[in-house]
């Protein structure tokens, strides 16, 4: 091709035809600066077209860890929440001297919320690689900075205080406050003691309810469940923010890929209302399930009550709120039986994923 056009030049040259040679030259310039131009889009498509395979991975990847999350920080939500609730019944009461022992752990028990990190996983490693958005999506992009730049600085913050807090109120009662025995809760080894567990549990019931109602104790009690508050209104709002960010990521990612699976039930999208069921119907529930995995799970009955667990572990009462369909109260999940003409066969623990039990004859 270059020996083609040489030759041409070459022979207007010598025919002295120097304005079609002119004509000829600009058009071959204009020809190579048109290529020099196709070459630059098709690389630059092919660019963009690696960088948008390289974003939906990683907003996919940003998806699931996010939802994860979610569900994490809904289980430490339930757990403050019933604490609260738990320690605000017990200190309404009208006497404290008259409440049980269990009562008056319930007005000193701080649940260990801790444990658990908010993922950035995949966000550090986009800024590893340079990366200063995922998708074409400027507003989806905005809004994940927020989430990770902003939202998760004071989220760590927040909670890091009220760790710092907890850990000096447990230190506290461990071992400052002498009349309060925490070592004898096991009464592991009877020999360290010179009493019965029972007369103990009595003592320690006495000495935590003179602690309560003194004025030192008074004041970290009710500074303990301020701080309780504060943490369970942080969770909220995280919470909230995460499903908003959630849903714009699917949102995206469904334009990019309409076969995508759909995201779960979440936590904040649906409040189970328990209903009734007769102790007979709940009885055709029982038994052992097993799944793929071999894991064995037992359903049993106990005064109309339902129960899931395993023979070494406790047991998790589970609630009915439609036909063969339950939920669990301690952390965000639901339970569906299956049938096979009007037979249980199985059923399915739906938890951010769903998992299957078939039942053993």
Avoid at 95 to 109: E, G
Avoid at 208 to 232: F, H, Q, V, W
Avoid at 291 to 312: A, F, M, R
């Amino acid at each position: 091709m270059i020996k083609f056009f040489r030759k041409i030049r070459q022979k207007l040259l010598s025919e002295n035809k120097f304005s079609k040679y002119l004509i000829y030259a600009i058009g071959e310039i204009v020809l190579v600066v048109i290529g020099i131009l196709i070459a630059l889009q098709l690389n630059t498509s092919k660019e963009n077209r690696e960088k948008s395979d390289l974003g939906y991975k990683y907003l996919m990847e940003m998806k699931k860890e996010v939802q994860s999350d979610i569900f994490t920080i809904d289980n430490r939500i339930r757990m403050l929440d019933k604490s609260i609730k738990n320690q605000e019944a017990a200190l309404n009461t009208k006497s404290i001297a008259t409440l049980p022992l269990d009562s008056v752990l319930m007005i000193m028990n701080r649940p260990n919320i801790g444990g658990f990190e908010i993922s950035e996983l995949t966000f550090n490693k986009m800024k590893n690689l340079g990366l200063t958005a995922l998708s074409n999506n400027d507003s989806l992009n905005s809004k994940i900075n927020t989430y990770y730049n902003s939202d998760l600085a004071f989220f760590k913050k927040a909670i890091n205080f009220t760790f710092e807090k907890y850990d000096e109120y447990s230190y506290h009662l461990t071992y400052v406050e002498e009349s309060i025995d925490y070592s004898h809760k096991d009464y592991e080894f009877p020999s360290l003691y010179n009493q019965t567990k029972q007369a103990l549990d009595s003592v320690n019931r006495i000495n935590r309810i003179k602690y309560i109602t003194s004025l030192k104790g008074r004041n970290l009690i009710l500074k303990d469940l301020d701080l309780k508050r504060y943490a369970l209104k942080v969770l909220n709002l995280i919470q909230e923010q995460s499903v908003t960010l959630l849903k714009s990521i699917f949102k995206y990612l469904k334009v990019q890929n309409p076969q995508i699976e759909p995201l779960p039930l979440l936590p904040s999208e649906i409040d189970f209302k328990e209903i009734e069921v007769s102790k007979e119907k709940l009885k055709t529930y029982t038994g052992n399930y097993l799944t793929k995995l071999k894991d064995t799970l037992n359903v049993s009955l106990e005064d109309k009550h339902l129960y899931v667990g395993t023979d070494n572990s406790d047991t998790v009462q589970i609630f009915p709120y439609a036909e063969d369909k339950f939920f669990i109260k301690d952390f965000f999940g639901q339970l569906e039986f299956n049938r096979e003409n009007g037979i249980i066969i199985s059923f399915t623990i739906d938890n951010n994923g769903k998992l299957e039990y078939k039942k053993l004859n």
